[in-house]
């Protein structure tokens, strides 16, 4: 047989350390073949189809020994190996990141184990290099970036500097694009309370009613019926109060009946006419009673008919107060129905229970909440507080018991002593502790006043030691509820951006007067990596300056390239 070939290493370069692989033509492969078939057994890998040599036709196909196989399995192997050492040197890289001057350096595995972000994304940060410093340049708050870079150095874990304020730290998360889940971890961190995901109904007319009623600020329409709705609630309230005053109150209803003079104690003796109920018919309170209730119970069934689910819509607390603010008309209704069939006993007992059912039409006044994003807040802000307020409950508790004890024994000598029992001086403790003063109780010893100086000191530092959290509290939910409406505000604002373009650019196909329009060149540089990227132009055709300013923003939103004006 020919003897075997010396070949470069096939895998690697000429220069592998590898050396050559024998390589035999196909007259051995053959020999061998026939030898193996002959022999006992077959080996490894034989009856295997020649493999061509590269660059040469098949008249020049070598079969590879065993012994140059193996060879070769080593050298792929041997290959492999660098390539991984590679990559481990090149995750071992070194960046440079420029933050408004301040020089931060890190290992690239350290940035790409987050490769949705803007660090971690090889094009996304390329938008920002340097290539004359060799660095990655961002104009941006240089304190976070502490916080942003122990993000990709921890694995995940967010922390904010303590010299950064949160929103700030906020909008620099927004920026390197850490993803919401880090926000949501970064807003639970911080105490935020996470906003409660409002679903909608799925039948699309269904979704148009629930948002008409429920959500003013959806549209023209919503903001109409929640005009009505404020304008019905008002006149109700006003009504309630009016019809307490002397020219207009029924005394039949706010008296209990008497029984007639001289009747006996079977009531038989005695002529004097029974109580006639009201003729609430012809009252015009009634009717305008009658027409609040007949809208408030129109609007708590078409919201209860639409909303997107029928168990929460029954346990909000807003629609328990609307429930409550129309059941007293009816039992009102039925109550006076009722009282021509009843002994004069029973109206008094009737009439007793229609005052404390009336006395309920008050809370309507919460339905007002329902629009009004102050009482929304104060509402959110005392649910927030509830461990604060009721600390604040059980210390006053603590300081009425004891102030009233102390003040009672103090006073005991006296005869002319206004404490007859610690009961009775629970009130005189509450109206100190609270520095209300209202004077209808006093000591008049020294040792009670005394105890009522120290009662008076204990109180202003009891409730002044919870109010701060509760005015803290406050000012998130406050500030929270301005930023959403900014956030909301500026969403709109890209939209009508692109309206007013397209309209400018109607008119000024109509009409050649260039002299109303304003026309702003903006030169996109997208590829400032490079050195020589292309400009990108955009051309806004603002009819006005109000345009012109939404046309910024909506430029100036993109946070996903570059402006320069």
Excluded at 6 to 33: D, E, K, M, V
Excluded at 354 to 359: K, T
């Amino acid at each position: 047989p020919s003897p075997p070939l010396q070949l470069p290493c096939l895998p690697c370069s000429s220069h592998c350390r590898h050396g050559s692989i024998p390589l035999s033509p196909p007259g051995a492969a053959a020999g061998a073949r026939g030898r193996a078939g002959r022999g006992a057994g077959r080996p490894a890998g034989a009856g295997r189809p020649p493999r061509p040599y590269p660059g040469g036709g098949e008249e020049e196909a070598m079969v590879l020994p065993e012994e140059g196989g193996h060879r070769l399995g080593m050298a792929m192997a041997a290959a492999a190996e660098e390539e991984e050492e590679s990559q481990r040197a090149l995750l071992h890289q070194r960046v440079l990141i420029n933050i408004s001057g301040l020089r931060f350096e890190t290992q690239l595995g350290t940035l790409n184990q987050f490769p949705d972000t803007l660090l971690g994304d090889p094009d996304k940060r390329m938008r920002y290099f340097d290539p004359l410093r060799n660095e990655y340049f961002f104009d941006r708050n240089r304190p976070s970036f502490d916080g942003i870079l122990y993000f990709y150095q921890s694995g995940g874990k967010l922390r904010r500097p303590v010299n950064v304020s949160i929103d700030v730290f906020a909008d620099e998360i927004r920026f390197y694009q850490l993803g919401e889940e880090a926000m949501e971890r970064f807003r639970e961190d911080e105490g935020f309370i996470k906003e409660e995901e409002k679903p909608l109904p799925r039948n699309e007319f269904q979704r148009q009613v629930w948002l008409i009623f429920e959500y003013p600020e959806s549209s023209s329409s919503a903001r109409g019926i929640a005009i009505v709705s404020v304008l019905v609630i008002l006149i109700s309230i006003i009504t309630f109060c009016l019809e307490t005053l002397p020219e207009f109150r029924d005394e039949r209803e706010l008296q209990a009946p008497l029984p007639p003079p001289g009747a006996g104690l079977n009531g038989t003796a005695g002529e004097a006419p029974a109580m006639q109920p009201p003729s609430s018919l012809s009252d015009p309170f009634f009717i305008i009673e009658t027409t609040c209730v007949i809208w408030f119970t129109f609007e708590l069934l078409v919201r209860f008919f639409a909303c997107p689910s029928k168990p929460e819509f029954s346990r909000n607390i807003m629609n328990i107060i609307d429930i409550v603010a129309i059941i007293p008309y009816f039992i009102t209704l039925g109550t006076e129905l009722a009282q021509e069939q009843q002994e004069p006993g029973q109206q008094a007992m009737s009439l007793a229970i229609l005052r404390v059912i009336r006395l309920v039409r008050v809370f309507r006044i919460f339905k007002l909440s329902r629009h009004s994003k102050g009482l929304q807040i104060l509402g959110q802000t005392l649910k927030a507080s509830m461990r604060e307020l009721g600390l604040l409950i059980f210390f006053l508790f603590i300081g009425v018991i004891l102030f009233s004890s102390a003040v009672y024994f103090a006073e005991a000598d006296d005869p002319d002593s206004h404490f007859s029992s610690i009961p009775d001086a629970f009130w005189w403790a509450v109206v100190t502790m609270t520095t209300v003063g209202y004077g209808d109780m006093r000591p008049v010893t020294v040792g009670g006043k005394i105890v009522g100086s120290l009662c008076a000191i204990a109180g202003v530092l009891t409730i002044a030691l919870p109010v701060p959290v509760i005015v803290s509290n406050f000012n998130y939910f406050y500030h929270r509820g301005t930023d959403n409406e900014e956030q909301a505000i500026l969403k709109e604002e890209p939209s009508s951006a692109q309206g007013s373009s397209a309209g400018g650019e109607l008119k000024r196909s109509r009409s050649k007067n260039s002299l109303n329009k304003s026309v702003v060149h903006l030169e996109n540089s997208e590829g400032i990596n490079n050195g020589t990227g292309s400009l990108e132009k955009t051309n806004i055709k603002a009819k006005s300056n109000l345009d012109l300013r939404k046309s910024l923003y909506a430029l100036c939103l993109d946070t996903n390239r570059e402006t320069d004006l």
